[in-house]
C-alpha cells in the first residue's frame, strides 16, 4: 500500500525561495519535479493508482521575448503557473491532487493523483481555456499547447516523459492552442515525425 505524505508546498509570499522552487514561477524546479515524480510513479506501480502527467508549453514565447522583451515573455510563464493554480484551486478538481514543476524555459508540467486520463484530459482543457480567455500576466494574451499521458504499468519515467512529449509535439505541429492525450498504444499520430516544438 502506497504511504502518503504532503506535496510539496509553494513557498509563502514574502519568504525566500526554497532551492526546491523556481523563483519565477513558484513551482518545483525541473529536478526537483522529476524527483517527486520518480518517486510517485514507484509508488504507483506498487499500489496500482492511476496518476497522470500534463506538460504544458507557452505557444510562440520565443516571440513574446522577441517583440515584447525577456520580462514579459516572464511576465507571461508567472502568470500561467498562477493560472494553473487558480483552476486546479476549483472545487470541480478536488478529487486529485496537484504538484506543479517548471519542466523547461517555456513550460510547465503537472502531476495529478490519482487521475486517468480523460480526467486529465478535462482538465488539460479548463486549463488551456482559462489561458486563453484572458491576458496572462500584466497584459500580454496568449495560448498554450498540452500533452497528456497517464502512467502505464510497468512504464518506466523516461517513457512516460517520452509519450508525454511525443503528444505534446502533436499538439504544437497540428495547430497549437489544443490538448493531446497519449493513447495505448500510440497512434499513427503520435508516432508522426513533428518539427518545431517549443516556439
Sequence with gaps: MELDR???EMPPAGTAC????DALTLC?????????LAER????????????????????????????????GDDVLAGLA?????????????????????YDGGALSILARPCAA???EMLAEALRFAVAEKPVGERL???????????RIGESIDELLSRTERVLHV????GRDRVEVASTPPSRMERAKVVGLYD
Excluded at 529536478?31 to 517527486?36: K, V
Excluded at 494574451?141 to 502512467?151: E, F, K, N, P, R
Design 82 to 102: 498562477d493560472r494553473c493554480r487558480a483552476v486546479i484551486a476549483e472545487p470541480a478538481w478536488h478529487r486529485s491532487e496537484y504538484t506543479l514543476g517548471r
Design 18 to 21: 526554497p532551492p526546491s522552487f
Design 41 to 72: 510513479a514507484q509508488a504507483a506501480q506498487r499500489s496500482g493508482n492511476v496518476f497522470s502527467l500534463l506538460l504544458i508549453d507557452v505557444d510562440h514565447l520565443q516571440n513574446i521575448n522577441d517583440c515584447h522583451g525577456i520580462a514579459a
Design 118 to 120: 480523460s480526467q486529465a
Design 171 to 174: 499538439a504544437k505541429q497540428f
Design 141 to 151: 494574451s496568449a495560448t498554450v499547447s498540452i500533452g497528456v499521458a497517464q502512467l
Design 6 to 8: 504532503p506535496m510539496p
Design 28 to 36: 518545483l524546479t525541473r529536478p526537483a519535479f522529476l524527483a517527486e
